[in-house]
C-alpha cells in the first residue's frame, strides 16, 4: 500500500477561501482550472471531522515536494486570514513505512518517520520541547507527553496516531481510492498548464494560417511574381 494525503486543520465554512488557495498556489506554479478530462494535475478537497481531507494525485505518486507545496500554502495562506496556529498535517504511508509531516505558517515544523522495527527509549527533555512544535493538534497534558514518547521512539500503532492527532477514516487511503471510497462533500480541482494551454492555442492559430482558404493564409502565401 502507498499513498499520500494532507489533512488540513481548517473550519469546514472555510469551503471558498481553501479552494481560492488551492487555485492561487496552482497559478503560481503556471497551472490553470481546466475540465477533468484535461487535467495534468488533480486535487481533491473532503470535508471531515477535523477539517478538510486534501488529495493530490501528483503527491499520491510519491512527489513530496508537491506535498510540501500545498502544506505550505495551506497554513501559509489561513494564518494571513488572520487564524493563528493554523497547521496542516501531511500524511505518506509506503508499505510498513509512515511519514508524518506538520506544517505551520508556511513551513514544514517537523518531520517524524515511523519506523517498523522502532528502538524503545524514555523520552528525553528534547523530545518535550519538539512536541510543543504539535501543540496545536495537542489537547490535554497527556497528549503532550505521548507525542513525547512517539517522537522519542517512533512507534505507534494506526489507531494511536489517528487518535492522538485527529485523524479519521480520511488518513487511511489516497487519491487513488477516492472513485472507490466516494467520500461524502467530495470537491474536484483539476489544473493544466499554462504553458500547454498556450501550446495548443497557438497550434490552433497556425492550423488557421496554414489553410489555403483562410483569411490569414492567403495573406501569408507568397504572391507570384507577373
Known amino acids: 500500500m502507498q ?25 503560481r506554479n503556471d497551472m490553470r482550472p481546466c475540465s477533468r478530462e484535461e487535467a495534468e494535475r488533480t486535487v481533491a478537497l473532503v470535508p471531515n471531522s477535523s477539517g478538510w481531507a486534501v488529495y493530490d494525485d501528483c503527491a499520491d505518486r510519491m512527489d513530496l515536494s508537491a506535498m510540501d507545496g500545498l502544506g505550505r500554502a495551506l ?6 486570514s488572520g487564524a493563528s496556529g493554523t497547521v496542516a498535517l501531511g500524511v505518506v504511508v509506503s508499505e510498513e513505512k509512515r511519514l508524518l509531516r506538520l506544517y505551520a505558517g508556511g513551513r514544514v515544523r517537523d518531520t517524524l518517520l515511523l519506523s517498523p522495527h522502532p528502538v524503545a527509549r524514555p523520552a528525553t527533555f528534547t523530545d518535550m520541547l519538539r512536541a510543543r512544535r504539535w501543540r496545536p493538534l495537542l489537547g ?3 497528549e503532550r507527553a505521548a507525542m513525547a514518547k512517539l517522537l522519542a521512539c517512533g512507534d505507534a500503532s494506526p489507531a494511536e496516531i489517528c487518535r492522538l492527532l485527529h485523524l479519521d477514516g480520511a488518513s487511511r487511503y489516497g487519491f487513488r481510492s477516492l472513485e472507490l471510497e466516494q467520500p461524502e462533500g467530495m470537491i ?22 496554414q489553410q489555403p482558404g483562410s483569411a490569414a ?8 511574381p507577373h
Open 3 to 27: 499513498y499520500a494525503m494532507l489533512q488540513a486543520y481548517w473550519p469546514r465554512h472555510s469551503r471558498d477561501l481553501l479552494i481560492h488557495t488551492v487555485e492561487l498556489h496552482m497559478a
Open 75 to 80: 497554513t501559509r495562506r489561513l494564518e494571513k
Open 217 to 224: 493564409g492567403a495573406c501569408l502565401r507568397r504572391r507570384d
Open 140 to 142: 490535554k497534558r497527556e
Open 188 to 209: 474536484w480541482l483539476p489544473f493544466r498548464s499554462e504553458t500547454t494551454v498556450k501550446q495548443k492555442l497557438s497550434e490552433r492559430i497556425l492550423n488557421v494560417v
